[in-house]
């Protein structure tokens, strides 16, 4: 009788097959955008999930300007930084941070759904956003990805 079957195999991140993914994000919500590709980074797609190791895929966001917010979060979503130094508070609303930085946006809501670990750090290099449609990884010959769940709204 062979009891092996049972056994589940751990993946490491050299032994990860690794793929590339290509996500317009024009007119999808950003919340809901930022959380599946979380999930995609960190690997949670794959049956081969290990959760100690890096063995998610890459992805690319273009249209990043794009974007959109449900109800008035334009004007109501704060981003904060902060310098460190006494009176260093900078409050930066939605809509100016479209203005300025719309590649921020993105990426600070798919850096937020990550662990914040030396494993989040490394999950976060593997994802590209870009303001235009165009992008440099055409090597790479990406699959686009339609994001189903960042397409619906709570109107």
């Excluded at 895929?57 to 902060?82: C, H, M, P, S």
Aim: proline share 5%; net charge positive; with cysteine.
């Amino acid at each position: 009788m062979n009891t092996l079957s049972y056994r589940t195999v751990s993946v490491s991140a050299e032994k990860a097959e690794r793929k590339w993914y290509l996500v317009d994000a024009t007119n999808l919500v950003t919340g809901r955008m930022c959380a599946e590709i979380a999930s995609i980074l960190r690997g949670k797609n794959k049956p081969s999930y290990t959760p100690h190791a890096d063995t998610g895929d890459y992805v690319i966001v273009i249209n990043a300007e794009k974007v959109r917010f449900t109800g008035d979060k334009w004007n109501q979503k704060e981003y904060l930084n902060y310098s460190l130094h006494p009176g260093g508070l900078k409050v930066t609303l939605a809509s100016e941070m479209l203005d300025k930085f719309p590649i921020r946006i993105i990426e600070r809501g798919v850096k937020g759904m990550l662990p914040k670990t030396k494993l989040g750090k490394a999950m976060v290099k593997k994802l590209f956003v870009y303001e235009g449609a165009e992008h440099p990884h055409a090597a790479q010959k990406p699959e686009v990805l339609v994001l189903k769940n960042a397409q619906k709204s709570d109107k």
